[in-house]
């Protein structure tokens, strides 16, 4: 009788009830603590279905084989016959492991990309439900979040009637005025202050109607109001993300973030949060009291700031990047990511017009001729003045080669001047109505990310990515 594990007569002798091998009980026991099976059949195999057996305790003999040096050899040569069996069979079990392995890493692969997707459903369900959820608001929190997409209510469309009919009949017969900058003097540009680094990441700025005060903000959360004759920030306001866009409401901030928070500093505070995502732009409406925001949910929302509330959100197919105001404030466009330039009508929200860019929208600008507006590629070299009065391509009336990217362009108020401005520098061109021609300015070595003309022209306001306020003048 032999232990069939490890092949030795056993001490204490047990069999297997259910496949009827002897084991040493020692080591049976220890086996089936482990693996609760018979070593030998796999069967569930317990203590008690061990049977003892009983034999007299004697001293094995040593077998007399192994007395002679040709029985050692032979002895030797059936363990190294065992052993190479034994190597054999574990060779056969660690192809076996391999081959599971490679399955079960196969199977976790594609168990992470189904995850990987799930996880992007998810996210888009949970954007299409914040959307939703705006939409609805208005049952939940009374008068605080009335959003519809019926256009504006009867007093705001009565003020943009009023508006556009004021402006449109004095556009064409609007004369330069007296102490407008000219051409000699926009030539003579130079640096005349700069700031220190005030917000890091700045890309946005706004000059209020003095020409002194520039409202920007940064990446880290943080706008601020910036004295340009005191050089100094007067006053800083923690916007809880970084910021994109910033207009003035009167003698009032307002700074748009990543959060998709839009805030209204001053004696009417006020924070708009209907954007399902970043708020990427705004657009103060000529009238002064309507303001809209584009955002990433691919909307545009319109508030009335006089009571300080959103009354309007339009949704469109695409991100939306930048936003401006028609001069006389009956269109409204919104630049996209898929390189559209849509026109809305403002009161009702509906599509008026689409021109093609053919790449994501960093900027627009309307011109104070009513006609023209300007609009510029992200990353691109060139800015592309589109005739609202064509369709297609015809709608392009001019492109400017500008000689480097362009992140920023501002119109002047007299139409004549335009300013685009970058990392490599900025550049001014003017069009002449006479000759109707484009003729470049100036240009300067001075970066920027943002740009705004200051009081009558003659002064241009820059900000850069290290949040470091330019004045040219």
């Known amino acids: 009788m032999l232990c069939s594990i490890s092949g030795e007569a056993p001490q204490h002798p047990v069999a297997s009830s259910k496949s009827g091998i002897v084991y040493e009980k020692r080591l049976i026991e220890t086996y089936i603590a482990e693996n609760h099976k018979d070593p030998v059949n796999g069967e569930e195999l317990e203590t008690t279905d061990l049977i003892d057996l009983k034999s007299s305790r004697i001293v094995t003999p040593r077998p007399p084989t192994l007395t002679s040096i040709p029985s050692l050899l032979s002895t030797f040569q059936n363990e190294w016959d065992a052993i190479a069996l ?116 700045a890309s946005s700025l706004a000059v209020d109607e003095s020409g002194d005060l520039v409202v920007t903000g940064g990446s880290e959360g943080t706008a601020g109001i910036y004295s340009i004759s005191e050089k100094k920030v007067q006053q800083s306001f923690k916007v809880g993300g970084a910021v994109t866009d910033a207009v003035w409401y009167g003698s009032q901030p307002v700074v748009s973030t990543t ?99 053919g790449g994501p929208v960093q900027d627009v600008s309307f011109s104070e001729n009513g006609i023209w507006f300007a609009a510029v590629a992200k990353g691109s070299n060139s800015v592309v ?15 400017l080669e500008i000689g480097g990217q362009v992140d920023s362009i501002r119109w002047d108020y007299t139409g004549q001047y335009l300013a685009a401005s970058g990392p490599r520098g900025l550049t001014i061109t003017q069009y002449t109505k006479s000759t109707k021609s484009w003729s470049d300015v100036i240009s300067t070595a001075v970066p920027a990310t943002a740009v705004e003309w200051g009081s009558a022209a003659k002064t241009l306001v820059t900000v850069n990515g290290d949040g470091i306020i330019t004045v040219l003048g």
């Open 385 to 399: 003045i589109f005739d609202l009065r064509k369709e297609g391509k015809a709608a392009e009336a001019e492109v």
């Open 86 to 201: 034994e190597s054999f069979t574990l060779r056969q079990q660690l192809d076996q492991v391999r081959k599971e392995l490679a399955t079960a890493l196969y199977q976790h692969d594609a168990a992470i990309r189904v995850i990987a997707r799930v996880t992007k459903e998810r996210d888009e369900a949970r954007d299409a439900l914040s959307k939703v959820s705006v939409g609805a608001g208005a049952s939940g929190n009374g008068d605080a979040m009335q959003i519809d997409s019926e256009g504006l209510p009867e007093d705001l469309a009565a003020k943009v009637d009023a508006t556009q009919e004021k402006l449109s009949k004095t556009r064409k017969k609007r004369p330069v005025p007296k102490t407008w900058v000219d051409r000699d003097t926009i030539e003579k540009f130079g640096v005349a202050s700069s700031s220190e680094e005030l917000f890091a990441g």
């Open 259 to 357: 959060s998709g928070a839009v805030k209204v500093f001053g004696d009417s505070e006020a924070t708009f949060t209907s954007h399902a995502g970043s708020a990427n732009a705004l657009a103060l409406h000529p009238c002064g009291d309507i303001l809209a925001s584009v955002g990433v949910d691919k909307s545009f929302v319109i508030y009335d700031l006089v009571k300080g509330r959103p009354v309007t959100q339009i949704y469109t197919d695409s991100e939306l990047t930048t936003a401006a105001f028609h001069p006389d404030g009956h269109l409204f466009a919104a630049g996209g990511a898929d390189g559209q330039i849509k026109l809305f009508h403002t009161k009702s929200g509906e599509n008026a017009a689409n021109f093609d860019l």
